[in-house]
């Protein structure tokens, strides 16, 4: 149980059954980067607009709830609405508002506008491909996709280990306020911080040389065997032949959009 937060309830375990799950975690990484690539590439807004619309309904076909959904992406949203709101007050253009001293260009308000919609049509396909997948599943997809091994690793023991940290976090606190602290701004309080990072950071490593300690024990040679042998199959052509026709069509878009500005 203490273990069972690490993953932070991935969205396959909200999920109902859906085309997309019936795909190969294969299929689905190398669609989500593909379509990250295309879209970052896209500035006409209709098109990033319909980009949006195809992710939405990628997101709809992969049976994500939708408020669970729309907390991920307004996490995301909250982290460049600062960017948003600046860059048409920074990019210099064509003036369409003024504020007190600051005027707004066009330039800058179609650039906000650009990454908003790139960010989002890019986590919510990223949602409805990879976010579904366990993180096992995942590991072993990016391992036979000739991933280095060392990041397979890294990716599959913090996802591990990451409650097990927050759970050690939790009870250095608990010793703190047992001891009457109060966190202030003051010297006081950032030594304290910087203690309580300190053995977060020993104790962490103590306990990633008793893993590996248990891990050679058991026969760890630095690899771990797949016994799962996956195959693509006709639900993966059939996808695939699906996002190539899609993505072809937005580019034609863009490429004809972009002449004729």
Known sequence: MAHDHALHRPLERLAGASPIAALDPRTRIVAAVVWAFAVVSFENLAVLTAAVATALLTARLAALPARATATKVLMMDGFVVALLVLLPFTTPGTPVATIG??????EGLHLALAIALKANAIVLMLLALVGTLEPPALG????RLRVP??????????VRYVAVLTDETARLRTAMRARAFAPATNRHTLRTYGYLVGMLLVRAAERAERVLDAMKCRGFDGSWPMLDRPRLGRDDAVAAAVGAVVLVLLITAETALVRTA
């Open 101 to 106: 001293p600051f005027t707004a260009s066009a």
């Open 140 to 143: 072993h997809a990016l391992a």
């Open 149 to 158: 091994a060392s990041l397979v690793h890294l990716l599959l023991f913090t």
